[in-house]
């Protein structure tokens, strides 16, 4: 019919080519859920039957296999606590000084930057044994969790200049000159304007950093040390649950069961630490602009 | 006196009375207020960025309480010419800026010896892109009317004032512990205009402050400014030459010479527009080019 215009017909082929990439990409999700949902369901099948409140709280008995793990959630906490101390000032204040009093793209900040991510890409062990020469021996610290805390604020010091950065670079171009053009100093538009608009960005950086130091092994082995007797400070050496974890499994014949069952609490812990940070990230953004 | 015994570098010295009357907008205030002594005095202004010269030699007075407006095609320097005025120049990396600006009382905004944050109080600015501060409309005012020593106890009445003046109070006053960022383009428009008024500033530049807005919420803005006549001094950059038309008492044109932005014709609103001695500003306010 004349003036009726026909569109060509997708091929066979092409439709084919649109299902499997559609196939691939779901294959791939269902890998990526199914070894998350077999690490769990291991650990709940091996670690559930042990898990109690007295194995949360209890004293550690018989190097691990029997008892509970009261003092090394305990220690696992205040290495926490040291290291967010240490790492969140540090971490955020080198990012803050990247981004708003160093020129970007300038010598300096490409140096900085360089130095940062070097810092990334060095082995966890090697932090390990780098906290336990200079904070532990130069510094006379011991093997305490206070070193501990410090060696993971090294290791860890990266993600959290990175994110703090890339929150502050992902602000709103105009909110500096708006500041600017009111004549605000550049403290109170750091501390008044910025710093609040950049804040959960900067907290999904400490919560994966806080993550990072969960896991932590190697870096702590040398480090934060052993014991396993409830801390009374934080000079005292103290356990973390991973590093407890990690000596269940590889030194203490018997000791998995009770592994699998510390590895949940560390998961629960992790888990309720995230979901934490995000739901305060969330109602921040929420007041903000809906 | 006439415009021209006043101020000798005026190149049409006609006066402003009946500036274009018959093209306001029906809801637009008329232009009753008559300019006559100087309030910022431009002398041989140029500003480069690295080797970029965005414009060069200008020189003309801004009289007290009047609406000047800046027209021209994009890339003649308008904006730098604005951002040079109140400093906001001296946040750009690499930019370099000749030349003076003056106050009538004598005192220069140029140099090192000048505080730049009190500069920026008396020359308040409004941008293209409504940029409040993602926090609460209060916070707003709070954060930059504390920072210039506003007792706390007066913010609240400077605050409502302003957004009075602005048309915004009615709209705002039982959310003003909200986000600005809940606000329409339009209203947020306005609450920047409001924070700057808030700081009692004795200029104020606007950078195609429409530009961004729909045209119902642009007319109530436009509105606005008009309102402000006579009571602060207004510099406005717009492409919207039947804006400039409605508010404007004086009209620079900006055009492109030798690789260089520079203001090639100014004077009064109606001469400007129905009268333009220079061939590239007659055929750009004709629509012909540009």
Known sequence: MPGETTFPKSTVQSRIADWGVGLVGAGAAAVTVGVLGWIVWDLMAMGLPNLSWEFITGDVEQSGRAGGVGPVILSTVLILLCFLASAVPLGVGCALWLSEFVRRGSGLARAVTGGVDLLASVPSIVFGLFGMAFFCQVLGL????????????CMVLPILVRTTLSAMNSLPVDLRPAAGALGLTRTT????????????????????GVGRALAETAALLFTSGYSTRWPDSIDNS????SVHIYDLAMNIPNGNANASASALVLLVLILAINLAATALADRWIKFRIS | MSLS???????????????????????????????????????????????????????????????????????????????????????VPGCRVGGDVSFADGSTTRGAAVDVLALRRRIGM?????????????KNFEIPLREHGVPKKEIAG???????DVG??????DRLDKSAMKLSGGQ?????????????????????PCSALDPMASGVVENHIAALRGRVTVIIVTHNLAQAKRIADRVAVFWVRDGAGTIVEYGPCDEIFTNPQDPAAKCYLEGVCG
């Open chain 2, 5 to 91: 015994e006043s101020n000798p570098s005026f190149r049409v010295a006609e006066g402003l009375s009946g500036c274009c009357d018959s093209d306001c907008a029906p809801a637009a205030p008329q232009k009753e207020f008559h300019a006559s002594a100087p309030k910022l005095s431009v002398t041989d202004l140029s500003v480069h960025y690295g080797g970029f010269e965005a414009f060069r030699d200008v020189n003309f007075d801004i009289l007290e309480g009047e609406i000047m407006a800046l027209v021209g095609p994009s890339g003649c320097g308008k904006s730098s010419f604005l951002h040079s005025l109140n400093r906001l120049t001296d946040l």
């Open chain 1, 238 to 241: 103290g356990r973390a649950l």
């Open chain 1, 142 to 153: 011991g093997f305490s969790i206070l070193s501990g805390g410090l060696t993971l604020a």
């Open chain 2, 188 to 208: 947020q428009q306005r609450l920047c205009i409001a924070r700057a008024l808030a700081l009692d500033p004795e200029i104020i530049l606007f950078d195609e």
């Open chain 2, 126 to 138: 409004v941008f293209q892109k409504p940029n409040p501060f993602p926090q609460s409309i209060r």
């Open chain 2, 158 to 164: 400077t605050m409502e004032r302003c957004l009075r």
């Open chain 2, 168 to 173: 915004l109070w009615d709209e705002v006053s």
């Open chain 1, 189 to 208: 538009t750091l501390r008044q304007v910025l710093l609040p608009a950049a804040l959960p960005g900067i907290m999904i950086g400490v919560t994966l």
